[in-house]
């Protein structure tokens, strides 16, 4: 049974799940594999690259007929505005924006009959996207996989942000990666969830099979905000944006010593990149949250979906039980006054 919240009424998606744009991650697989299963799948158009993002597109349009949306980092986007107008012109249901000002963009999405998602990761970015006219806001706690400048967890940024955007749907995105994170954030006033991490763990993800692995066996702990790794990748990053990955030999080895690092960047660059290239994950980085407890296997990304649907109902009804008059309990062990 399809669930009814604001954003799934304004996407028309069965369920409040939404792919989140992963570069190098959400190719048009993956994201057609979560809209087939009634989620909304954004594909990755992260550096606004056309060569890199269209070939995706192409599979998003083969693998599904229903809604999909493009998500940009913006500050990449503000370099190569062009490859919005590329996207564009091949109908997505949305574009997702996040990392910048949204609002030079926000009239050439709306004209082409498109709905605009903002990330935002604090109140003042959260008005700015509402002046914007986003149709939609994810709000992002600093427990995200990947990039963000969020100071705040989800659980007290998403209650704020759902205050201040009153009729716009919010989702909340850090660190959901099962039906009980869906609950809550549906309890905290959200209309669904972006949901990253999770879904790199997923068959259909462009992700190395080595990274997918590393991922199953790491736990939240294992994860880091860092600059390091985009220092030495040199992806035009703006220096106010960390992101989170899981810990690795080279991050251990030059945590603290940027300024080091940078002085040897000469050696380490080219190293860096043949160790990408071959898979080797103790110098190349997975961009990953703390959700990653709740990681404990490679599925296909309509399984995940279907899972977390299904727990989400199964943790609604025992917190519906708590609820429940107590005439209507049976009670009849010591234990159930413990259990919900
Ligand atoms: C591997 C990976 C790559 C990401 N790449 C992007 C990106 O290109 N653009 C973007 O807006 N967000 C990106 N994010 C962040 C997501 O939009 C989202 O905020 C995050 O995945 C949600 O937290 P979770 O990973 O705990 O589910 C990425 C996240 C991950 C894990």
Same mark, same amino acid.
């Given at each position: 049974m399809p669930w009814a919240t604001a954003f799934t009424k304004r996407l028309g998606v069965n369920f409040p799940i939404a792919l989140a744009p992963m570069a190098g991650v959400a190719g048009g697989a993956l994201a057609a594999a979560v809209s087939e299963a009634g989620g909304f799948g954004i594909v990755a158009g992260g550096y606004a690259k056309q060569e890199q993002?269209?070939? $995706?597109? $192409? *599979?998003? *349009?083969? &693998? !599904?007929g229903r809604p999909w949306g493009i998500g940009f980092l913006t500050w990449a986007l503000e370099r190569n505005p062009r490859a919005l107008d590329a996207a564009l012109e091949?109908?997505?249901? +949305?574009?997702?924006?996040? /990392? &910048?000002d949204p609002r030079p963009f926000a009239g050439i999405v709306h004209d082409a009959g498109a709905r605009l998602i903002c990330q935002v990761t604090s109140l003042p970015e959260a008005a700015l996207a509402l002046e914007a006219g986003a149709d939609v806001l994810v709000a992002q706690g600093q427990e995200a996989g990947g990039h963000g400048d969020s100071r705040r967890g989800t659980f007290s940024l998403v209650p704020a942000v759902v205050d201040l955007a009153r009729s716009v749907p919010v989702l909340a995105a850090g660190a959901v990666a099962d039906g009980r994170g869906l609950v809550a954030a549906l309890a905290l006033g959200a209309a669904g969830v972006l949901v990253g991490t999770?879904?790199? +763990?997923? !068959? $259909? +993800?462009? &992700?190395?099979p080595a990274a997918k692995a590393r991922l199953v066996m790491a736990s939240g702990e294992d994860t880091v905000r860092t600059r390091l790794f985009d220092i030495v990748r040199d992806t035009g990053w703006p220096e106010r944006y960390p992101g989170r990955a899981?810990?690795?030999?080279?991050? $251990?080895t030059w945590a603290g010593r940027e300024e080091a690092l940078r002085a040897h960047l000469d050696e380490i660059r080219p190293a860096y990149q043949a160790a990408a290239a071959a898979g080797d994950f103790d110098t190349a980085v997975i961009w990953a949250g703390e959700g990653l407890d709740l990681v404990h296997d490679v599925q296909p990304a309509g399984e995940i979906l279907r899972q977390m649907v299904s727990d989400a109902q199964? /943790?609604? +009804?025992?917190?519906?039980a708590i609820h429940r008059p107590p005439q209507k309990r049976q009670r009849n062990t010591e234990e159930d006054d413990w259990a919900w």
């Open positions: 993002f269209l070939p $995706e597109i $192409e *599979k998003v *349009k083969q &693998g !599904t091949h109908a997505p249901a +949305a574009v997702f924006l996040s /990392c &910048g999770r879904f790199y +763990a997923a !068959t $259909e +993800a462009l &992700g190395h899981l810990r690795n030999r080279l991050y $251990e199964a /943790c609604l +009804a025992r917190v519906n």
